[in-house]
């Protein structure tokens, strides 16, 4: 089935460092990748909406320069914190919408947990 | 309109049992109706999903069911395995748009 690969799985970093996750969608071009943000019990929170060869869209709040996201090809978008503080520190998933077709599901990588002394 | 309701927020079931959870939208041009399964430190997984066509979807023993007129659908997990405990999310989507989710149900199935 469709995967979804993000790395790393786990980041410790020191404040004020810039820190890149990477999402891969590895059987199928992905021209539609999303980023999102999820506290401890809580729900997903969409970040932004990436397109391949676009400028990203963010939701409302969310700063897309402390936030960079890049989605230069159709396999892989990165999201960068800049200057990492710890209120940073959440568990960060991409997610991969297969190419348009009957349902178009969305497929979800296994998250990078960020945590920043 | 994006509202996506789900319930009940916990659920503790015998291993055996049926688990039900229940999800309500407003949106009526959402098309689109997936759930997930999400373990602890791993992202969501999709376990199975529905257009509004159809009134119920049965893989394995997962089923989804559709009731268009009121604007709900619910997850049915029969045979309940502890295997099953995890965090379900229930989502809705209109096309080319983004999904919107429930809050998700913490299922605990006891042994």
């Known amino acids: 089935g469709a995967v979804v690969s993000q790395h790393p799985s786990w980041v410790i970093c020191k404040s004020g460092t810039s820190v890149k996750i990477e999402c891969r969608s590895l059987d199928f071009q992905a021209t539609t990748m999303f980023w999102y943000r999820q506290f401890p019990k809580q729900s997903l929170m969409l970040m932004a909406t990436?397109?391949?060869?676009?400028?990203?869209?963010?939701e409302q709040g969310v700063e897309k320069d402390k936030f960079l996201i890049n989605h230069a090809s159709l396999t892989l978008s990165t999201l960068t914190v800049t200057s990492a503080h710890p209120e940073d520190s959440s568990f960060y998933i991409c997610?991969?919408?297969?190419?348009?077709?009957?349902?178009?599901?969305?497929?979800f990588g296994d998250g990078t947990r960020l945590s920043i002394l | 309109q994006q509202q996506v309701k789900q319930s009940p927020q916990s659920l503790i079931v015998q291993k055996g049992g049926i688990s039900i959870i229940n999800c309500a939208y407003e949106?009526?041009?959402?098309?689109?109706f997936p759930w997930y399964q999400q373990f602890p430190g791993k992202g969501p997984a999709l376990l199975i999903a529905?257009?509004?066509?159809?009134s119920e979807k049965k893989e394995g023993r997962f089923t989804i069911s559709f009731n268009k007129s009121a604007k709900q659908f619910s997850l049915h997990i029969m045979d309940s395995q502890p295997g099953d405990s995890a965090t379900y999310f229930c989502a809705a989507r209109k096309h080319g748009s983004r999904l919107t989710f429930g809050e998700g149900t913490q299922l605990t199935v006891n042994p």
């Open positions: 997610s991969a919408i297969e190419p348009p077709g009957s349902n178009q599901p969305q497929h």
């Open positions: 529905i257009r509004p066509d159809v």
């Open positions: 949106n009526t041009a959402f098309d689109y």
């Open positions: 990436s397109n391949e060869g676009s400028k990203a869209t963010y």
